[in-house]
């Protein structure tokens, strides 16, 4: 298996510009977890899903940033427009329910906003 | 409000002197703790759990519900350990807060 698939692994874009994450989770998990990581704030959660369904999108910073999860293997982060301030490591995780709560993370894409 | 918080952005040890990685939280209930550890190019992973009680790589984490801290121990730092750590509280949902990291560096 390999793990959580994030893509693209580095993004550098232009202010304004739509920028789109995408993350692919582990087979059989059924929650899926979006996290902004930056120096200042460390590891936030921006939203999550429990069978491709938003549960929880209080830390989604603005209407600028959506998520979509259309199935069990597929989730994106899309952020329009985009702005230097969120640059930042974005990480897609899933979860098995059984878990335990134990996430397991993609490698993360990095975002650079110009 | 729950908050997980950890003091140290940088904590630097020489190789074989003890580790204490703090954290402390912030939450009414009873609390789920956990310490994910990121190394060098390597994703984000569980390192521990505080219901598991156990010992991984050396690293071991006591929940004091009196002090709110789960501290992050090891007797004799390795060069190995050096990396990025959280310490992680769930609160009795599937949602996570996070602190904001400790990086830990062993100085050889």
């Known amino acids: 298996d390999a793990g959580v698939i994030q893509s693209p692994r580095h993004e550098v874009t232009e202010m304004g510009q739509e920028v789109t994450l995408r993350c692919k989770p582990i087979?059989?998990?059924?929650?899926l977890f979006w996290y902004r990581q930056t120096m200042m704030r460390g590891l936030e959660l921006l939203i999550y899903?429990?069978?491709?369904?938003?549960?929880?999108d209080s830390g989604m910073p603005e209407d600028r940033f959506s998520a979509k999860m259309p199935n069990a293997s597929f989730s994106t982060l899309k952020i329009q427009p985009s702005e230097p301030r969120d640059s930042a490591v974005y990480f897609c995780?899933?979860?098995?329910?059984?878990?335990?709560?134990?996430?397991?993370f993609g490698p993360g894409t990095r975002l650079t906003v110009l | 409000a729950q908050r997980v918080t950890q003091p140290e952005k940088l904590l630097s040890v020489f190789k074989g002197a003890p580790v204490e990685l703090k954290c402390n939280y912030s939450?009414?209930?009873?609390?789920?703790l956990f310490w994910y550890v990121q190394y060098s190019r390597q994703r984000l992973q569980l390192l521990l759990r505080?219901?598991s009680r156990e010992s991984i790589k050396g690293f071991t984490a006591d929940l004091n519900k009196g002090e709110t801290s789960f501290h992050l121990k090891k007797p004799f730092a390795q060069e190995e350990d050096s990396a990025m750590y959280y310490c992680?509280?769930?609160?009795?949902?599937?949602?996570?807060?996070f602190g904001t990291g400790t990086r830990l560096k062993v100085l050889a």
């Open positions: 995780a899933s979860s098995p329910s059984a878990s335990g709560g134990t996430q397991y």
């Open positions: 939450y009414s209930g009873s609390p789920e």
């Open positions: 087979s059989g998990h059924d929650y």
């Open positions: 992680a509280l769930r609160p009795g949902t599937y949602k996570y807060i």
């Open positions: 899903f429990n069978n491709n369904v938003p549960i929880d």
């Open positions: 505080h219901i």
